[in-house]
């Protein structure tokens, strides 16, 4: 469905919730478009380009309308190599913790990277006469309404205006060299490189600066971590801690859980990346449950605003094997160790260091063994 590969894990058809399998998500450092996650919160809406309209008022100067046309050829074009990250994936590991009662379980499939090209909002904005002031807020909205809000409304979030302005984030209209693709929010969309994937709000329709942060049910209500003894059915708005930028976090993504391996050379591969204005360090990988560590090998980012590929090849011997790995950012902070130290009640944020349990390596065809009859 939506032009994706027949192996995405699909956690509801309508709206459409869907993930790669981890290897998947492996084997391109920018992810195909028919292998990209999909996240939506209600059925997606229907809009033609040429019907495609953004409104930009608030706290500006010169409210205005733009059409695609004009988006498209009235503003310089830029190019951003972006991940996009899921605030609830790796929850499957926080549902081991706790149960979290209607949430998609995502595994390590909630994120995607791509090449995204647009204007920049900071010259949408600049064109409609913003005022620079310090803690203003950008609100975007869209047409999909989400049945699971509170009440039932369309998609919406906000960033700092401080955000809103820096030369990352875009008002694409093509991902891949793609027209943005309906399922990704064509005819456009808001990328918020460096923010939780809720931030980039598709199909968007409405940009308004304000004052304060948006109401909308997904910037006041959900996307934000509540205590642990919180109730989200009964929680007011402020109870939760609004989520914004992405956490120091990294994956493994080969092997996947429950693979079975040969024993011998087995390259493990997974992704990193530090949070805001931060770079990776160093990842570590452990065979032994973090008694002993060794150092992954780094490879290059596709973009500032990217994960960064890394793998190990470590030998493997016969039996049950659990691999753990953890990133360092380059001020020396690492990760939480485990999930239960960040059990929240909506299941959002999961950086515990990351780790894959295979039930067994496989013996018969190591050929150390074979060649010494161990
Ligand atoms: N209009 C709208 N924008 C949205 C959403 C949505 O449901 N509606 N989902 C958000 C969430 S939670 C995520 S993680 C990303 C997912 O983007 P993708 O589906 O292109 O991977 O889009 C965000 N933007
Ligand atoms: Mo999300």
């Given at each position: 469905?939506?032009?994706?590969?027949?192996?995405?894990?699909?956690?509801?058809?309508?709206?459409?919730?869907?993930?790669?399998?981890?290897?998947?998500?492996?084997?391109?450092?920018?992810?195909?478009?028919?292998?990209?996650?999909?996240?939506?919160?209600?059925?997606?809406?229907?809009?033609?380009?040429?019907?495609?309209?953004?409104?930009?008022?608030?706290?500006?100067?010169?409210?205005?309308?733009?059409?695609?046309?004009?988006?498209?050829?009235?503003?310089?074009?830029?190019?951003?190599?972006?991940?996009?990250?899921?605030?609830?994936?790796?929850?499957?590991?926080?549902?081991?913790?706790?149960?979290?009662?209607?949430?998609?379980?995502?595994?390590?499939?909630?994120?995607?990277?791509a090449r995204f090209r647009g204007a920049r909002l900071a010259d949408v904005l600049a064109a409609a006469g913003v005022h620079r002031d310090d803690g203003l807020h950008v609100e975007f909205l869209a047409p999909d309404v989400a049945p699971e809000a509170r009440p039932v409304q369309s998609f919406g979030s906000s960033i700092p205006l401080s955000k809103a302005l820096s030369d990352e984030v875009l008002l694409a209209w093509e991902m891949n060299d793609e027209p943005l693709p309906r399922a990704h929010g064509g005819p456009v969309r808001v990328v918020v490189p460096g923010y939780v994937g809720a931030r980039s709000v598709k199909w968007v329709s409405n940009i308004i600066v304000r004052t304060t942060p948006s109401d909308n049910y997904f910037q006041a209500h959900d996307y934000s971590i509540l205590p642990a003894d919180a109730d989200p059915a009964t929680a007011a708005a402020g109870d939760g801690i609004s989520l914004s930028t992405l956490p120091l976090n990294c994956d493994i993504l080969v092997p996947t859980d429950g693979d079975r391996v040969d024993a011998g050379p087995l390259t493990i591969r997974g992704w990193a990346m530090a949070g805001d204005g931060h770079g990776v360090g160093r990842v570590d990988v452990s065979l032994d449950d973090g008694h002993g560590w060794r150092r992954a090998d780094l490879h290059p980012s596709p973009g500032r605003w990217a994960w960064q590929p890394w793998s190990l090849t470590v030998r493997v011997t016969p039996g049950p094997l659990t691999i753990t790995a953890r990133v360092w950012d380059d001020a020396g902070y690492t990760q939480p160790e485990c999930p239960a130290s960040l059990w929240n009640p909506r299941g959002y944020g999961n950086n515990a260091y990351a780790r894959v349990r295979l039930e067994s390596v496989d013996g018969q065809r190591d050929p150390d063994r074979v060649a010494t009859g161990l």
């Open positions: 469905m939506w032009d994706k590969r027949h192996d995405m894990v699909v956690r509801t058809e309508v709206p459409f919730n869907a993930e790669p399998p981890a290897p998947v998500l492996a084997a391109d450092e920018i992810t195909p478009l028919e292998a990209f996650y999909a996240r939506n919160h209600g059925e997606f809406p229907d809009i033609a380009p040429t019907e495609w309209r953004v409104s930009v008022d608030g706290l500006v100067d010169r409210p205005s309308t733009l059409t695609y046309g004009e988006l498209t050829t009235d503003f310089d074009q830029h190019c951003v190599v972006a991940t996009l990250v899921c605030a609830g994936n790796r929850r499957a590991e926080l549902l081991t913790v706790r149960p979290i009662p209607g949430k998609e379980p995502w595994h390590h499939g909630a994120i995607s990277t």
